[in-house]
């Protein structure tokens, strides 16, 4: 995978709108039209952002860094939220890339560490993650909570 890139996504660009029309086809029912609201509206605010893993030319997966995410969690920021690799792409390690760069962004903002929710277990401690906690989700549903520290 010698052509992918990693780019952070601003608001009113040509890559804005790819992203959107990348998110319009994901297959992550679950998160696609809140995703596509926050993106058409752009309720990022101060240092959240998008990532898009482009490969040739074209958006193959994304990630975003956020103040908050679906949980009731205020003190804990910012989260690596949403990371979605587009079937045909994944294997390919993208996800892995779109949090590091997530995270050198974060440290480089000047956190010294990030947050991940998951219900999976065993995914995340590959990226550096440790596990912290259970948390509750907004809908009731419980999901674990993942800490990485950034290296200064």
């Known amino acids: 995978m010698d052509s992918l890139k990693i780019k952070k996504v601003d608001k009113g660009t040509d890559m804005a709108d790819k992203l959107i029309g990348f998110v319009e086809n994901i297959s992550w ?48 920021l910012p989260w690596i939220s949403s990371v979605f690799v587009a079937e045909d792409y994944r294997g390919y390690r993208i996800s892995e890339k779109l949090i590091a760069f997530a995270n050198e962004y974060a440290k480089e903002t000047g956190f010294d560490k990030t947050y991940i929710p998951s219900e999976h277990i065993g995914l995340y401690e590959k990226y550096g993650y440790r596990y912290l906690r259970d948390i509750v989700n907004y809908g009731n549903g419980t999901d674990r909570l993942y800490v990485k520290e950034l290296r200064r």
Do not use: C, Q, S
């Not at 752009?42 to 030319?57: K, Q, S």
């Open 29 to 76: 029912e679950e998160i696609k039209e809140h995703m596509l609201e926050v993106l058409r509206v752009w309720e990022f605010t101060d240092w959240e952002t998008p990532f898009a893993a482009i490969v040739n030319g074209e958006i193959v997966g994304m990630a975003t860094i956020m103040k908050t995410d679906y949980y009731p969690l205020p003190d804990i």
